[in-house]
């Protein structure tokens, strides 16, 4: 599966924003759709946004529409999460994967994550 590096967390206050990278090892990255989940503590992990190979086409789970934007950089086998207004309730450790729909394809192989704490 697509083996990703995920980075650009941190601290923000709530109404603040942040950009999230998703760097994958792989020259097959064009070739798949792409998504972001995310990981509260206690809670199940939860797709957040998507986006179709050549990035023509986008979804995002509803607390989020609005707010969010997922983006890809092919040619730097790079996704993205641009986060505005966030909510203290947007703090979680924010994961990548190759996805099918809503489903992730990495046979539940995560990387990191990358740490999103917004206080109130």
């Known amino acids: 599966h697509v083996q990703v590096v995920e980075s650009g967390g941190g601290l923000v206050q709530a109404g603040g924003s942040l950009r999230l990278s998703c760097a994958a090892s792989?020259?097959?990255?064009?070739?798949?759709?792409m998504g972001w989940f995310r990981q509260a503590p206690g809670r199940e992990r939860e797709f957040v946004a998507g986006?179709?190979?050549?990035?023509?086409?986008?979804n995002y789970e509803d607390s989020v529409k609005g707010r969010f934007t997922i983006s890809r950089d092919n040619a730097e086998n790079t996704l993205y999460l641009q986060m505005n207004s966030l909510k203290p309730e947007d703090t979680a450790v924010y994961y990548c994967?190759?996805?099918?729909?809503?489903?992730?394809?990495?046979?539940?192989?995560w990387g990191q994550g990358t740490q999103v704490t917004v206080s109130s």
């Open positions: 792989t020259r097959t990255f064009s070739n798949y759709a």
């Open positions: 986006i179709n190979w050549s990035g023509s086409s986008t």
């Open positions: 994967a190759a996805v099918y729909g809503t489903l992730p394809l990495n046979g539940d192989d």
